[in-house]
């Protein structure tokens, strides 16, 4: 009998401090960090959290040309040349782990955050 309350009071210990821990973590202000890949190279990094005015990107050059918009707390592509105008269509976005991407013109934008690891791709 004395060793159920034991594991039952292990139990109930774990299953608060996993929920505290849990709501910390969701109430934890994270600043996100938007990286700009043009060509495959990073260009510049934008923290959206500390972003106060509107911030206009623009990179054209061999047939290239978009222009990134940052906003306080978002990001999108609003201008580009491409054909289908998908990136475009992508919208404003404030994080994600799926990032912005412009293929013909080979820029993408990916989001990060200082209090979370870098997540190389999505698993479904």
């Known amino acids: ?5 034991f594991w039952m009071i292990l139990f109930g210990a774990l299953l608060v401090v996993s929920g505290v821990a849990t709501f910390l973590m969701i109430d934890m202000p994270q600043a996100v960090y938007a990286q700009i890949f043009i060509d495959g190279a990073l260009v510049e ?3 959206l959290s500390a972003v106060s005015e509107t911030k206009d990107i623009v990179s054209h050059g ?3 040309y978009v222009r ?3 906003e306080p707390g978002r990001i999108a592509i609003v201008e580009t040349n491409c054909y289908l105008q998908l990136c ?4 404003w976005r404030n994080s994600g782990v799926i990032p912005i991407v412009c293929l ?6 990916r989001f990060t ?3 979370l690891p870098d997540i ?3 698993v479904g």
Do not use: F, H, W, Y
Not at 1 to 5: A, I, Q, T
Not at 88 to 91: D, M
Not at 104 to 109: C, D, F, G, L, S
């Open 1 to 5: 009998m004395k060793s159920n309350k």
């Open 62 to 64: 061999e047939g290239r």
């Open 104 to 109: 013909p013109n080979r820029v993408a934008i």
């Open 113 to 115: 955050s200082a209090n």
């Open 45 to 47: 990094t934008i923290n």
């Open 68 to 70: 990134i918009v940052a």
């Open 88 to 91: 475009k269509r992508q919208g």
């Open 120 to 122: 190389d791709g999505v």
